[in-house]
């Protein structure tokens, strides 16, 4: 069985909560909002934004995940800060949560460039 974990499930992300479904994935849906629409598509859904990294680990270490894993968001980018915690606690190839940030980080980013185009 083909499993994805999906952060956020509001209107933007219905398109590809509904071609997962016609895919056949097994869909662990986390969304802060209890009544997204998302979550009439999901096979669980947990009430959860997806910044709390935290408890959604806790939340996917009682989960039998069985087969192929994937992991998703079409939600802010900053979602991918919880994904890489995600990817690294079930050996997902995914970038690392530092990098992440790190490109998150306005300050941190254009720091690093302006040292770049220096030279």
């Known amino acids: 069985m083909r499993t994805v974990i999906i952060l956020g499930g509001n209107t933007d992300q219905l398109p590809y909560l509904l071609e997962l479904k016609k895919q056949k994935f097994r869909i662990i849906l986390f969304d802060m909002n209890a009544d997204c629409v998302g979550k009439y598509l999901s096979d669980q859904f947990y009430c959860c ?3 709390n ?3 959604i680990l ?3 270490e009682n ?3 069985q087969g192929e894993l994937f992991i998703f968001t079409a ?3 900053f979602a991918n800060v919880t994904l890489a ?3 690294k606690k079930f050996k997902i190839k995914f970038p690392v949560t530092e990098i992440i940030k790190k490109c998150l980080n306005k300050n941190y ?3 690093y460039l302006s040292c770049i185009w220096k030279g």
């Open 85 to 87: 915690e995600i990817a």
């Open 49 to 51: 934004g997806y910044d």
């Open 53 to 55: 990294t935290t408890k």
């Open 75 to 77: 939600s802010s980018q």
């Open 109 to 111: 980013y254009v720091s």
């Open 58 to 60: 806790e939340i996917l």
């Open 63 to 65: 989960i039998k995940i």
